[in-house]
């Protein structure tokens, strides 16, 4: 399974962005998707997440009612829309899934992506 992500850049804060993230070489449907961000000097964090049929989401109570994930079952891709960012949110954001385990929905991903670079300005 590869995932890759796209969609970074520099913004303006308040503005919005999103994020897509590509899955492929397995069954999308079966996996458990996640998105994580890593600050500069500071360790990759948990954001949102999304359950297999998409009717079920999880968010980092930093990003409650900004981030939005979703995902395209169709076209084998989850996105992350971001709205009214802050500058806070600048970080490398990576996309990651797992195999539905029961395990919960905010760790132990074992699929990541490459990253893809949000700056935020102020």
């Known amino acids: 399974v590869q995932l890759q992500a796209s969609g970074g850049g520099l913004v303006q804060a308040g503005d919005s962005r999103r994020l897509s993230c590509a899955f492929s070489?397995?069954?999308?449907?079966?996996?458990?998707m996640g998105w994580f961000r890593q600050a500069p000097g500071k360790e990759r964090k948990f954001v949102a997440a999304i359950s297999r049929g998409g009717s079920s989401t999880y968010y980092a109570d930093s990003v409650k009612g900004r981030l939005t994930i979703s995902r395209d079952n169709a076209d084998n891709t989850v996105y992350l829309q971001m709205n009214s960012l802050k500058p806070e949110d600048t970080a490398v954001y990576y996309c990651?899934?797992?195999?539905?385990?029961?395990?919960?929905?905010?760790?132990?991903?074992?699929?990541w992506g490459q990253g893809t670079l949000v700056t935020v300005s102020s």
């Open positions: 990651a899934g797992k195999p539905y385990t029961g395990a919960g929905y905010y760790n132990r991903y074992n699929i």
């Open positions: 070489g397995g069954t999308f449907t079966t996996y458990i």
